[in-house]
């Protein structure tokens, strides 16, 4: 039986997908298919590397520093998050905090890091032979959220955030084989995104990137569609949705030091589901 796990992400709340996949580790499952949406991308890099806690300290105490989240870079570079800091300074392995690379491309595990061509709007899933040592260009990619960020950069394209164009990649998964799906949202499973949120994002982005503004209008309305989606194959067996009762008042990049550790808690705590779901036939 193939196994896969998506963590859609969601800015600093995804420290809740953190605290899943610690637990994971903790119990010692992994995963055939792994794939990771913006912040999720980071969380499941961290977890095939099979670095428990290492994600939790990216959550609850970097975005607390200026160097990351900050007013000031925004100033000096137009992206209010400096993903350079985060995935290369912090990660490169001269860094504070370096991600185990050998381990990470030695795992059996396939990797699908979600992003979206900033040109056309489409899905871009980079996989492991997409990093490089020192270089985890695709991390930023996928985290590149349009008006707060500028576009990554790869190659000849530019890149946004992974949720503008494939928010639940839940038919990716099953297209790459899985047999059975955990699919870990940041946000209540029956909480509806609203379509308002982005506009004003879209707005900043039209002139240069009008389809990247056109998938971002529309994510709501997929990422909708595709937590439906995830409620019928659950139904059938094939998927086990793993979210939080409530994120109070926690959002995309709330910095709130007791909520974050909060939200990692129960993302632990909500993970002892998952051995049965993976073990049931």
């Known amino acids: 039986m193939k196994t896969g796990i998506i963590d859609v992400g969601g800015g600093l709340r995804g420290v809740y997908g953190a ?19 913006s912040s999720g991308s980071a969380n499941v890099t961290a977890f095939v590397a099979a670095q428990k806690g290492r994600n939790h300290t990216f959550y609850t105490d970097y975005p607390f520093r200026k160097e990351y989240m900050s007013v000031r870079n925004f100033l000096k570079t ?35 890091v979600v992003s979206t061509n900033a040109q056309t709007g489409e899905a871009k899933y980079f ?10 260009s695709v991390l930023k990619a996928s985290c590149a959220i349009p008006g707060v ?25 099953f297209s790459e084989g899985c047999d059975r799906v955990v699919l870990i949202l940041n946000k209540p499973r029956d909480l509806t995104a609203l379509t308002k949120n982005d506009f004003p994002l879209s707005k900043i982005i039209e002139k240069n990137y009008p389809a ?13 569609l595709g937590v439906e989606l995830a ?11 793993v979210s ?22 129960k993302g632990y705590s909500d993970a002892s589901v998952i051995p049965d779901f993976i073990k049931s036939r």
């Open 127 to 136: 996989t492991k032979d997409d990093f490089l040592s020192d270089d985890y």
């Open 149 to 173: 960020c500028k576009p990554v950069k790869i190659g000849a394209q530019q890149y946004f955030d992974g949720a503008l164009s494939d928010a639940v990649p839940v038919e990716k998964a």
């Open 78 to 112: 137009g992206s209010y998050l400096n993903l350079d800091y985060i995935y290369g300074t912090l990660s490169n392995s001269d860094g504070e905090n370096p991600l185990n690379f050998e381990k990470f491309k030695s795992s059996a595990s396939d990797v699908f």
């Open 244 to 265: 939080p009762d409530s994120v109070g008042e926690m959002k995309t990049l709330s910095k709130n030091r007791a909520a974050l550790e909060s939200l990692y808690e």
């Open 231 to 241: 409620k019928k194959n659950e139904k059938s067996g094939r998927l086990l949705i």
């Open 212 to 224: 990247a503004a056109r998938a971002l209008r529309a994510h709501a309305l997929e990422y909708n």
């Open 19 to 37: 605290g899943v996949l610690d637990r994971c580790l903790d119990n010692g499952i992994s995963f055939d298919v792994c794939i990771g949406v």
